[in-house]
């Protein structure tokens, strides 16, 4: 069984900075990429931001020389750093790992729960 977790998530002014981890854990045999997704009540779940082992990045337009996009692979751990926030990047945010296990060879996309972001004054 394999488990994503995301944390960091907070209450936090116009302005400030946080941090969001994601942690893979299970049988893994490999992770080859780590996405971030944000959604807002009743609307569409967005991409933010995405890692690849072999170090490229994609960002949203709307986040791009803000948030910034880590991991460390052996480890099976993600991290968005997240600066200048804005109250519209308010929204739960999560944490995709595109990864195989003992299961299957077959590289596919596991969620996490979602941690919840408010930028707020």
């Known amino acids: 069984q394999v488990q994503v977790v995301e944390s960091g998530g907070d209450l936090v002014q116009p302005g400030g900075s946080l941090r969001l981890s994601c942690a893979a854990s299970?049988?893994?045999?490999?992770?080859?990429?780590m996405e971030w997704y944000r959604q807002v009540s009743g609307k569409q779940r967005e991409s933010v931001a995405a890692?690849?082992?072999?170090?490229?990045?994609n960002y949203a337009q709307s986040v791009k020389g803000r948030f910034t996009v880590s991991g460390d692979f052996a480890k099976n751990t993600g991290y968005l750093q997240m600066n200048g926030l804005k109250p519209e990047d308010t929204a739960v945010y999560y944490c995709k790992a595109v990864l195989n296990d003992i299961s299957s060879d077959w590289f596919r996309g596991v969620w996490g729960q979602g941690t919840q972001v408010t930028v707020s004054s």
């Open positions: 299970g049988s893994i045999l490999s992770i080859n990429r």
């Open positions: 890692l690849t082992t072999a170090g490229s990045t």
